[in-house]
Nanobody, 124 residues
């Protein structure tokens, strides 16, 4: 069973930074494709960033140059470093995992495992 536990959300002013974490297991970190999704009220869930087992990454155009996805194999943790945050980045953020390839535009149904979510709120 794949377990994903997010942390690190919070409230920040525009231009600020946050780092989200997603704790998992050695097997998931090493062999799964991992992703961050977000969902704002009234909007569809959208892919933010993905990282494959070979560390290749993809990003949504809206976050390129501001967000960085990474993983620490020793800590079995996935991260999302978010800089230059904007009010439109406010959403519930989820980490997700799938055994296989994935990209940021992969449909969220591709991912069979999800964390519980963590809220990010950016004020102007």
């Amino acid at each position: 069973q794949v377990q994903l536990v997010e942390s690190g959300g919070g409230s920040v002013q525009a231009g600020g930074s946050l780092r989200l974490s997603c704790a998992s297991s050695t097997h998931v970190i090493n062999y799964y494709c991992l992703a961050w999704f977000r969902q704002a009220p009234g909007k569809e869930r959208e892919g933010v960033a993905t990282i494959e087992h070979d560390d290749s990454t993809t990003y949504a155009d809206s976050v390129k140059g501001r967000f960085t996805i990474s993983k620490d194999v020793a800590k079995t943790t996935l991260y999302l470093e978010m800089n230059s945050l904007k009010p439109e980045d406010s959403a519930q953020y989820y980490c997700a995992a799938t055994f296989g390839r994935c990209m940021v535009n992969s449909d969220y149904s591709t991912f069979g495992s999800w964390g519980q979510g963590t809220q990010v709120t950016v004020s102007s």
